[in-house]
Structure formats: C-alpha cells, structure tokens
C-alpha cells in the first residue's frame, strides 16, 4: 500500500475553480490512481482515474468539467474542478492501485483500489 495525504479543498463560491493535491508517498508513474467523490448521505463515486503512464478516465457527469494530471516529478496527484457547482459538494478521497493500468469504467470501480487517503472537503454554496 502507498500512503495518500490530499489537500486543497475548502469552502468556495459556486463559478470558482479549485485544484485538489493527492501526495503520495510512492512512484505514481507506477500507480493507477484515481479521485473518488462521498456526498452527504451517498455513496462514494469515482470522478476521475488515471493510468501510471498519464492516460485519463472520466465519469460521463464531470467530462469537459474536471481534469487529472500527474507531477511525477513531486508524485502528486492533481484535480483540477472548473466552474463549481453546488452539486460538486463532497469529501474528495485519493485513491491507489498496485498496478499501472486502470480498470474500464465500472461500477466496481472502487474495489479496484486499496490505498485510499483521509479525504479532502469541498463545498460549493450558490
């Protein structure tokens, strides 16, 4: 397991922009990492994954909304959130898994990852 701190959350107006951190304690270049959103009373849902190598997946609700990108030279883990909106509201968890390839979109999605950090929250008001 690697272990995940993330940062950058806060409480933002609807319309700004906000780019989480996920610092992992690892080679991410080796990782298929991933974003993972929990709403108040929901279940935790994947955003946004990304292969070791740099290759990107998105849920088909945040495409053109969010982006993921990699520094590998810092091993973080970024996710950039544009145009907030009161829906984007959550805890924001980083996830790993021990493998550079990412599984196509599913609904298993999280059970593919098994290093998982405390969680970063966003809250977006209108």
């Known amino acids: 397991e690697v272990d995940l701190v993330e940062s950058g959350g806060g409480s933002v107006q609807a319309g700004g922009n906000l780019t989480l951190s996920c610092q992992a304690s690892g080679l991410i270049s080796l990782l298929c990492m991933g974003w993972f959103r929990q709403a108040p009373g929901k279940e935790r849902e994947a955003v946004a994954t990304m292969t070791g190598s740099g290759i990107p997946q998105y849920d088909d609700s945040v495409r053109g909304h969010v982006s993921i990108f990699k520094d590998y030279t810092k091993n973080i883990l970024y996710l950039r959130i544009n145009s907030l909106k009161p829906e984007d509201t959550g805890m924001y968890h980083c996830?790993?898994?021990?493998?550079?390839?990412?599984?196509?979109?599913?609904?298993?999605?999280?059970?593919?990852?098994?290093?998982w950090g405390q969680g970063t929250q966003v809250t977006v008001s209108s």
């Open positions: 996830a790993a898994a021990q493998y550079r390839t990412c599984p196509s979109w599913s609904v298993n999605l999280r059970s593919y990852f098994d290093s």
